[in-house]
């Protein structure tokens, strides 16, 4: 058997595999296909240039970010290891000599974009090449259920099937709900079995969801982390320009970036940042794909992002040198409605929309548990995780409150509704609104009509959030979900179980909530 811990080292200079590697060579060398998960920074390149090595033919591999394909096919140049990319920034000749290139087996990895599996002349080559591996990364692109689909991705299926003799394929994420997961092991016909999960948890992280006025946060955290890298990331241009301004203003170390900017702008804030001439960059997501700084000591998101999976891609952007790094969400109620915006507007079918919105909500919960931080964030990914002892709810020493009987007045008042309305609407008859709708609905009627008069609105929606996030309640899918007593919020109901809270936070919340 080949030694692949030698060839690590004479290869690749390192001592030893990190968790998963070695299990994911091991099946693509038994021509096995395998679906690696792992996290940011886990190490996935070597999951396939290590095997392509070994194999007579290529290995053809799938990334879709342009610019990480040519770092690594110049450092496995670096390394002696014949490689070359095809993608939209090379010319026709360019890449004509490319593919003649690789025609004659003189390369072992070609990386591609996905969108060339469109185009019927390079789908022609491939069947004169014998491509023995098919490296797909980030796989979780190909499936509808992902964050970020690609259309091109689904040509894969097609593309393999055309092939003179099947390749094996390797499919690696580090974002993959169990639905996504199942997704692309399908489509790229990997059995379940082989299914290699490292698991998702990034001890170094620190992880804190912060209700305060954003920006004398954002000048209170900086001043204290002075010469510490750091990325800033906000929803829309105007909000990146704002703040980039008011930190400059202030005399940061600030640099900006975002998809309006020119092409020469945008690199040079990148470099700037990447060789420490700049501390803290502020950009919209259209920053950080192939961004390999290891030393990111935190990333702060000053505005919700769309979903679970882009913010623990975006946040992972921290620490990959492994060393403690925080990872901050500022949150504003007010900033959900972009989102809402973005999927309104957004072309999408109509039951992708819907997947959106759950997502947004998913997302939105995470500000609003009590629970650790990391393991909401793993729950969501199917994983179960042991409290990180770091996150700020793992440190929230409030003490908690036994808030059954509030818990009680909402959980029946749901259920007198008939589980047919959104939370806007409970708190408006639990705090006896006399609007309009509640009239219509002849909601004055009921028995919970006017339960909680003492609060406001907000008060009990941040508590109806409260027990979404903890799962008391559930949301029906789509724009305008309704909320649903769960079964341990029948459990509830029934005396059955007691619902607790650390209390200063339906103060503190009420106060900073808008609706
Ligand atoms: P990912 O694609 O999973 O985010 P990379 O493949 O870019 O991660 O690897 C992240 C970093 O870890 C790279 O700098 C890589 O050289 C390094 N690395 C990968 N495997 C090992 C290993 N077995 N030992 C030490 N360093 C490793």
Known sequence: MTDLRSILAEKFGFTSFRRG?????QKILNQENVLGIMPTGGG?????????????????????LISLMKDQVDSLNDMGIPATFINSSLSYLEINQRLDDTKKGRIKLLYIAPERLESEEFLRLLETVQIDLLAVDEAHCISQWGHDFRPSY???????????????????T??????????????????????INTGFARENLAFQVVKEQKDSYLFTYLKTNKNQSGIIYATTRKEVERLYRLLRHNDFSVGMYHGGMDKKQRAKSQEDFLFERTQVIVATNAFGMGINKSNVRFVIHAQIPGNIESYYQEAGRAGRDGLASDAILLYAPQDLQIQHFFIE????????????????????????????????IL????????????????????EAVDITLDAQKILSCVKRMEERFGKTMVARVLTASKTKQVKDWHFDRLTTYGLMKGWSQKEVVSLIDYLTAEQYLTLSKGEFPKL???????????????????????KQLADNDEL
């Open 21 to 25: 590697q070695e299990a994911i060579i």
């Open 44 to 64: 996935k390149s070597i999951c396939y240039q290590l095997p392509a090595l070994l194999l007579d033919g290529l290995t053809l591999v799938i990334s879709p």
């Open 154 to 172: 689904l040509k894969l299926a097609q593309m393999i099937q055309s092939l003179k003799q099947l390749p094996t394929v390797v499919a690696l």
């Open 174 to 195: 580090a974002t993959a709900t169990q639905q996504v997961a199942q997704d692309i092991s399908q489509l790229l016909s990997i059995p379940e079995q082989n299914q």
């Open 345 to 376: 507007q957004s072309n999408l079918t109509h039951s992708y929309q819907q997947n959106e919105y759950e997502k947004l909500r998913q997302m939105n919960q995470y500000a609003h548990t009590q629970m650790c931080l990391q393991c909401y």
């Open 379 to 398: 729950r969501y990914f199917g994983e179960n995780g042991q409290k990180c002892g770091k996150c700020s709810n793992c440190l929230d020493e409030r």
């Open 484 to 506: 649903i007593v769960s079964s341990t919020g029948i459990d509830v109901l029934l005396g059955k179980q007691k619902v607790y809270r650390k209390q200063a936070a339906v």
